[in-house]
């Protein structure tokens, strides 16, 4: 049991670039999410999906895109990566509401836009 | 606009005194909190959470304790170790939340020295 997982661990783009970060999760669960997380802003939601083949924008998603095609993978891309998208991604997810709103996370992907 | 504020930034302890952190929010409908803890280069972890029908839950060395007419939730270790040295984020959940969507403050750096 892997919980979640994130791809690439690390990278590097420069402006313009675009590139895809990969959230896998092997435990079920029908909520996930991608934060970003920046010094002295903690962890701001970017975008959600509430279950397979759905997505909503979060509090920081322009820029950004997502897929969920596969419950348990949910995709966040770049179509035109920009220096301020320099940041710590995280994906999280969560089981049933109703069991309690703890979210599991990975273990983040740190990208650089030059 | 932050609805839920760690003021401090920072708070260095001493090993085997009370560590005290600290969390405010604006949003009424907050009815569920949470603290992660994250250390460098991992995504944050689940610590301990609280619901709004009670005032204190405990887990060990750690408790959470909410006044909700302050709107204030606070974090206590006790003994605080070094290796409890890592940020803790506040996180809270609106009431009757479908989306499982939490609200992070911007994190308290915890530094336990021995």
């Known amino acids: 049991n892997a919980g979640v997982t994130q791809t690439p661990k690390f990278r590097v783009l420069k402006t313009g670039q675009s590139m895809t970060l990969l959230c896998a999760q092997d435990?079920?669960?029908?909520?996930m999410y991608w934060y970003r997380q920046d010094p002295g802003m903690g962890l701001r939601l970017i975008h959600y999906?509430?279950?397979?083949?759905?997505?909503a924008k979060g509090e920081v998603p322009d820029g950004y895109n997502v897929s969920r095609l596969k419950k348990q993978n949910f995709l966040l891309g770049l179509e035109s990566a920009a220096p301020s998208q320099t940041s710590v991604y995280f994906c999280?997810?969560?089981?049933?509401?109703?069991?309690?709103?703890?979210?599991?996370f990975g273990p983040g992907t740190r990208l650089t836009v030059t | 606009d932050q609805q839920v504020k760690q003021n401090s930034p920072s708070l260095s302890v001493q090993e085997g005194r009370i560590s005290i952190l600290n969390c405010d929010y604006t949003?009424?409908?907050?009815?569920?909190f949470l603290w992660y803890k994250k250390y460098p280069a991992e995504g944050p972890t689940f610590l301990i959470s609280?619901?709004?029908?009670?005032d204190k839950n405990e887990d060990g060395r750690f408790t959470v304790f909410l006044n909700k007419s302050a709107k204030h939730l606070s974090l206590h270790i006790v003994p605080s170790q070094p290796g409890d040295s890592a940020v803790y984020f506040c996180?809270?959940?609106?009431?009757?939340?479908?989306?499982?969507?939490?609200?992070f403050g911007r994190g308290t750096q915890l530094t336990v020295w021995p």
């Open positions: 999280a997810s969560n089981g049933p509401i109703g069991l309690g709103y703890e979210q599991y």
């Open positions: 435990m079920n669960h029908e909520y």
């Open positions: 999906s509430v279950g397979e083949g759905t997505t």
């Open positions: 949003n009424s409908m907050f009815d569920y």
């Open positions: 609280i619901s709004s029908i009670k």
């Open positions: 996180a809270a959940s609106p009431r009757g939340s479908t989306l499982g969507r939490l609200y």
